[in-house]
Structures are given as C-alpha cells and as structure tokens.
C-alpha cells in the first residue's frame, strides 16, 4: 500500500459535506451539531486503495460504442413483477443498486425473496450480512419459502474480506446488508460514517463493474429521512429505491428515485404478510378500500406514479374556525398547494373560506405531488365546507391554476381507463382532455374549463 498523508477532517453525517474544522451548522444542508471528526488516508487516488481499479476492470483501451454487444439477458427478472417494473425491466448485469428505508420496513425481506427467486434459476447468490446472524437469517429464509443450494450466506463486515470471498466464489447477484455495517481497514473512521460509507460503496461498485455483479445495497434511513451519507450514496449507485409505507399498515411502496437504466418516479405496491411481502396487483382497489358511503369531503382523484395510473381517496373536513387564524393541515399532500388551492376558491368562486379550519388527508399514506390532484381537493374542500356529498362513483383529475382555470395533465387516456376499470361512472377532467378521454371509453366524460364550471356543474 503506497504511504499516504493521514488527515484529520470535519463530515457532515447528513449531507456528507466536508470541513477543515468542526462547525456547529453545516453549510451545505443547514443541519445543526453534524459535524463528526474522522481520519482520512489521503493516498494517491488509485495506489493505494484496494478496490480501486484493481477489481479486475480492464487496462484503460476505448472500444467502439458501436460494436458494444447488447444482449437481452443483460435484464435479469427478479420473479417480482412489481419490483421488475421499478427497476426498469429487470436487474441489469454489473449495477449497484441502493435499497433505502425505515428500519423494519422490509428491507432484507424484500431481498431475501428477490435472493430466492434468482437462486430458482441457474444464478449463484452471495447474501452478506452484518446485521444478523445465520441462524437469524435461516428463520426469516424459512418463512419466505425454499432456497437451493445455489443462496450462500456470509456473515461478514470486512469489505477486504467481502471483496475477497466475491472474486472466489463469482457469485452473479450480491446482497449487501447493510451499507452502514461495512467498513475497510484503511479507513479509520467507525462504520456507518461518511468517509466508510463513500469507501465501502466505492469499492463495491467497482466489484460490479470489474466482475459484473449487480450488487444490492441495503441502507438505513436515519430518522432525518435521509441515508446516512445520502448525497454521498445516491449520486456514486446506478439505482436508488425507497422502500416506505407507514409502518401501522401493511402494505409498502417501493419507490424507484434515481434509475440509470430506466425511468425514476415508478412505484411498486407490496403487502407484508405472515410469508414475506407480496404484489398487490391492483393498487388503486387497495387504496379505496374501506371507503365511506354518502360522506361529506370525500373524493376519488386520478394521480399517475410513473407509469401506473393510481385511484386515491382526498378527504377533506372544513369546519368553522374558533380562533382569528384558521387552522390548516394536510397528511400526505402539499401543505402550500393546498393554502394555494383554497385561496384561488375563495377569491374565484366566493365560498368564505378564510374563517374555517381545513384539513386535507389522502388516505392509505400515500404521498402525493402530482399537481392533477388539485381539482380531487378542490372537489373535497367544496364538498366538505356545503357539507353534500358526491356521487360516490365520481372521481375527478385536472390540475387548478391560480385564476381558477382547469388545465390538462399528461396521460388522460390512462386514468380514465384506471377509473373505469374500477367502475366509476363519471369523470370530471380538463375540458381539454375531454375530447381524448371520450374516445372509446363507456364512462361519463365531463370536461371542465374552471373552478366556477366545476361548482356548477357538481353542486
Ligand atoms: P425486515 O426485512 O427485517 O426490515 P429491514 O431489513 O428493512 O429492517 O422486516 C422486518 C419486519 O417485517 C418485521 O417487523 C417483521 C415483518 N415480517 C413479516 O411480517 N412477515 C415476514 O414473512 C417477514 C420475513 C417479516
Ligand atoms: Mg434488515
């Protein structure tokens, strides 16, 4: 190992940012009391990590982007179609990929399982654990099902030692678990902080790329909601997935953010069960369960998660407020958007809104963005604060601009197609959209320009 010039510096442990000396905020994410001292060996790049280069990546020669052979089987299925989809098609040979999440959440379930499928076909697994032990690891393995022999287990936190046991035994998918266990030798700094997770996930990556393994990463979030050296992770993987859901329900969402090989924002639904997580198919009929029948404020509104349309149920509850300041709050949508939207209905079609406190909840835990709900929470506060309740077999998409127009969202075939599969009657859209959304579809089409029309035509 070539003799490098040891350092002492400052890191970050929320955003990775690195200082000379200790300072109470951090510049880079606005975080208090983060800074954490850690011993760097400044060697050369490239001599004197293991790791580094010498993973068995070739000597540096470029090739012809032309004559690259792709091949099909360059996808690998993981046998959970869910989890295919947010992938992008598959695991793709020699990526790393980070699994993100609350501990508990699913994590080593969900790829103890992927683990089992691969190992059904011709492919040799390495699960590498610093979490549990074997025996801790066989129970969980005996509720999700049978392994062949083909799964290995190491219970290892020592990358050199990890590195070492991947070359010899060549195993094709590698499960790390987790990142925050790991560390190298020639990094003093204790596992879990920035200088080992930057290192650890450094080496890994270039073991996928040498040696062509797609390497799973398992990463706690802290309570922050961030990986622990979550900047410095997610830009080095290939894919990042987060695993949430709230953990009273069971089921998870499976969130694809980061994708090299694919399109981000794509979801997948799962249900943990007494054998494992399972798919849930049809994720919109999972949302609206428990539905009420005739309530005030509450609405289906049509949102898209990448490529999959998804049926959500908004309720709203306005009430009359006893304070001089009215009081808002919102659970799994934007909290300003919907101050927004309330402003734009109170000046643009009269109701006296600024006296009354709202809340605004999309049910099953789901976190919203996408701006084509607005006129599902338009439709819910209106119906709340009249206190009428709308034709359960409704549910409405568009997105409300601030003088009050209705304007179009991408994909409208897709949600009226969601929506009648799920056998809704009527569908309040953008009056732009109407015309697509009419085409073949047996469902009533009712097009909206404003939030004016809207109110006249529903109440
Ligand atoms: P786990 O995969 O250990 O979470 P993580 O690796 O993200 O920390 O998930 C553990 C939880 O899942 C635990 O609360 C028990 C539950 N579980 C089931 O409900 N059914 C199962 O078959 C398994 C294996 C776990
Ligand atoms: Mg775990």
């Not at 970050?12 to 001292?37: D, I, L, T």
């Not at 699960?127 to 509720?143: C, H, L, V, W």
């Amino acid at each position: 190992m070539a003799k490098g010039k040891t350092a002492t510096v400052f890191f970050c442990q929320n955003c990775g940012y690195e200082s000379a000396k200790w300072m109470g905020q951090c510049p880079g994410c606005r975080e208090w009391n983060s800074f954490v001292e850690e011993t760097v060996n400044r060697a050369p790049y490239g001599t004197g990590n293991p790791g580094k280069g010498s993973a068995g990546a070739a000597a540096a020669a470029p090739c012809v982007l032309s004559e690259i052979p792709v091949r099909s089987e360059d996808r690998i299925s993981t046998g959970i179609g869910e989890l295919d989809r947010v992938l992008g098609g598959g695991i793709v040979r020699g990526s790393l990929t980070l699994v993100g999440g609350d501990p508990g959440i699913g994590k080593s379930t969900l790829l103890l399982q992927v683990c089992r499928n691969l190992s059904e076909g011709t492919q040799k697994i390495l699960y590498i654990s610093g979490e549990e032990s074997p025996a801790q690891i066989k129970m969980r393995a005996d509720r999700i099902g049978h392994f062949t022999d083909r799964m290995l287990l190491l219970c290892e936190t020592n990358l050199d030692k990890i590195a070492e046991v991947i070359r010899a035994q060549k195993p094709q998918t590698v499960v790390i678990d987790s990142i925050q266990t790991m560390y190298c030798e020639n990094v003093s700094a204790a596992p879990g902080s920035v200088s080992q997770v930057r290192e650890t996930t450094g080496v890994l990556m270039q073991l996928a790329k040498g040696l062509d393994v797609s390497v799973f990463i398992v990463g706690h979030v802290t309570k922050e909601g961030t990986v622990a050296g979550p900047r410095v992770l997610e830009h080095m993987v290939d894919a990042v997935l987060y695993f949430e859901g709230d953990r009273h329900a069971s089921y998870r969402i499976l969130r694809g953010v980061k994708n090299r090989f694919g399109s981000t924002n794509e979801i997948g639904v799962f249900e943990m069960r007494e054998q494992g997580l399972t798919e849930v198919q049809n994720a919109s009929e999972y949302m609206l369960n428990g539905r009420p029948e005739n309530a005030s404020g509450s609405v289906v509104a049509c949102t898209m998660e990448g490529t999959r349309p998804l049926l959500v149920e908004i309720q709203a509850l306005v009430c009359h407020s006893n304070f001089g300041i009215p009081r808002r709050q919102t659970t799994g949508t934007d909290f300003n958007r919907v101050n927004l939207l309330m402003a734009v209905l109170e000046k643009r079609s009269g109701l006296q809104l600024a006296s009354c406190d709202a809340y605004v909840n999309i049910t099953g835990g789901m976190k919203i963005q996408e701006p084509a709900v607005d006129l599902g929470i338009v439709l819910a506060v209106v119906s709340s604060f009249k206190n009428r309740a709308l034709n359960p077999r409704l549910a409405a998409f568009g997105e409300v601009g601030l003088s009050g127009e209705v304007r179009a969202v991408s994909q409208a075939r897709q949600r009226v197609a969601e929506a009648e599969k799920l056998g809704f009657q009527t569908l309040i859209v953008p009056q732009v959209c109407a015309g697509d959304c009419q085409k073949n579809s047996g469902i009533e089409i009712v097009g909206v320009r404003s939030v004016q029309e809207v109110m006249e035509r529903v109440f």
